[in-house]
């Protein structure tokens, strides 16, 4: 077994985990219909518990997003990138592309953001930006801006949660030190 350089905690591989970290990493890889493991749980797994919480975590979230999967991808991006998150900001960037969200939006997202189309895109990412860096400065024009643009209460309240989960990976992933898993690296490598 393997110990983070940074903490001295075990970093559990899939070929050595045993008892209920083997069968909760089977459960992630069924259930997320992954074809590995990432580095993101291999650090967590000296908890068995938070490796349930994750799984629960994620599980929920998707099944109960109703944004579009790529608004959902471009927020986290954009959060994780304005984090500093590299490991987040790679994942995030890999699922972006894998859903068809093109370089010039990518680049527009962090650099660019005055100038993204659809305005309705640039207001979400805009105020799931804003919950995400400063929620306490929140005003009622923020929300209005996204009513304007035909955002319901209950896509608001989401918008809400997925940057307070891309806030949540960020930390996690930061604290832990956690490297940017090989396949989501070549596969970045190979769609630039």
């Given at each position: 077994?393997?110990y983070?350089p940074?903490?001295?905690?075990p970093?559990?591989e899939?070929?050595?985990?045993?008892?209920?970290?083997?069968?909760?990493?089977?459960?992630?890889k069924r259930?997320m219909?992954?074809?590995?493991?990432p580095?993101?749980?291999?650090?967590?797994?000296?908890?068995?518990?938070?490796?349930?919480f994750?799984?629960?975590?994620?599980?929920?979230?998707?099944?109960?997003f109703?944004l579009?999967?790529?608004?959902?991808?471009?927020?986290q991006?954009?959060?994780?990138?304005?984090n500093?998150?590299?490991?987040?900001?790679?994942?995030?960037?890999?699922?972006?592309?894998?859903?068809?969200?093109d370089?010039?939006?990518?680049?527009?997202?962090?650099?660019?953001?005055?100038?993204?189309?659809?305005e309705?895109?640039?207001?979400?990412?805009?105020?799931?930006?804003?919950?995400a860096?400063?929620a306490?400065?929140?005003?009622?024009?923020?929300?209005?801006?996204?009513?304007?643009?035909?955002?319901?209460d209950g896509?608001?309240?989401?918008i809400?949660i997925?940057?307070?989960?891309?806030?949540?990976?960020?930390?996690?992933?930061?604290?832990l030190?956690i490297?940017v898993?090989?396949?989501?690296?070549?596969?970045?490598?190979?769609?630039?």
């Amino acid at each position: 077994m393997t110990y983070l350089p940074i903490n001295g905690l075990p970093y559990i591989e899939e070929n050595e985990a045993t008892g209920e970290v083997a069968d909760l990493y089977e459960a992630w890889k069924r259930d997320m219909q992954a074809p590995y493991v990432p580095n993101f749980l291999k650090a967590m797994a000296a908890s068995p518990e938070m490796l349930v919480f994750a799984h629960q975590y994620w599980m929920a979230a998707i099944s109960n997003f109703t944004l579009p999967q790529s608004l959902v991808s471009m927020i986290q991006y954009t959060i994780a990138t304005y984090n500093n998150c590299l490991y987040c900001r790679a994942n995030q960037e890999l699922n972006c592309r894998t859903l068809g969200v093109d370089e010039d939006t990518l680049n527009k997202l962090v650099g660019d953001l005055d100038n993204l189309n659809p305005e309705r895109v640039r207001v979400i990412i805009d105020f799931a930006l804003k919950v995400a860096k400063h929620a306490q400065a929140l005003v009622l024009k923020d929300f209005e801006l996204l009513r304007e643009q035909g955002i319901t209460d209950g896509e608001i309240v989401e918008i809400i949660i997925i940057a307070a989960m891309g806030n949540f990976n960020d930390t996690v992933a930061d604290a832990l030190q956690i490297d940017v898993d090989n396949m989501v690296q070549t596969a970045l490598d190979e769609l630039k």
